[in-house]
């Protein structure tokens, strides 16, 4: 194989063992790469040249200053994206295990209840100010509309739109299936309020 080959094959699939083993390194699927540990699940996809691929579509060159831009705003966007998903399920577990733990309390030590009664009403008020999911959502839909566009401007989105399609309905499924704060303790009172 020439040099000239080994560039056009860059964008396929390589061997099972060719597969980075280091955290951090890319995984080339199709004709992109992905970085392992990317929250949004098209963040990290970067569109490799076209060239020899076999594609019919017209591509263009992505300009330096623009592709670099968009890197920083996804690098930016997945990392708050990340933290409000964490912050989120902060959030849900506390607020829920709190809010379980607290009539079993009462009776035990009612100095602890209070206090387990306050955190409760912090953490939900904290989730209405900062209101993690709903940012979560913001920063991975943006990370993903920022590499849509990309794919669309390299010519890559019209030869794998399924599978680019595909993978947006699944992420918004996935944010639309994550319950709300307000949802699990309503339903840790229903269960309370069930059991007395």
Do not use: C
């Not at 056009?8 to 699927?29: A, H, M, N, R, S």
């Not at 309390?105 to 709903?134: C, G, H, M, Y």
């Not at 949802?183 to 269960?191: A, I, L, T």
């Amino acid at each position: 194989m020439t040099t000239d080959d080994s560039n056009k094959t860059k964008g396929l699939i390589p061997p099972l063992g060719d597969q980075p083993t280091t955290p951090g390194e890319d995984f080339i699927v199709g004709h992109a790469s992905f970085t392992p540990g990317d929250d949004s699940l098209l963040g990290g996809i970067m569109p490799t040249s076209m060239s020899g691929i076999g594609s019919s579509q017209a591509t263009r060159e992505i300009d330096p200053m623009v592709k670099k831009l968009v890197d920083i705003k996804q690098s930016e966007y997945s990392k708050k994206a990340i933290l409000h998903k964490r912050l989120h399920y902060l959030f849900l577990t506390l607020g829920a295990t709190l809010g379980i733990a607290t009539p079993f309390l009462i009776p035990n030590d009612p100095t602890i209840a209070q206090f387990s009664s306050i955190a409760v009403v912090a953490i939900i008020s904290f989730d209405q100010i900062f209101r993690p999911k709903e940012k979560w959502s913001l920063y991975s839909k943006a990370t993903d509309l920022l590499q849509l566009q990309l794919f669309k401007m390299s010519g890559a989105y019209e030869s794998d739109k399924e599978v680019i399609e595909t993978i947006l309905n699944t992420e918004a499924q996935i944010l639309n299936t994550v319950p709300d704060l307000h949802e699990v303790m309503q339903q840790v009172k229903d269960s309370r309020e069930k059991n007395a």
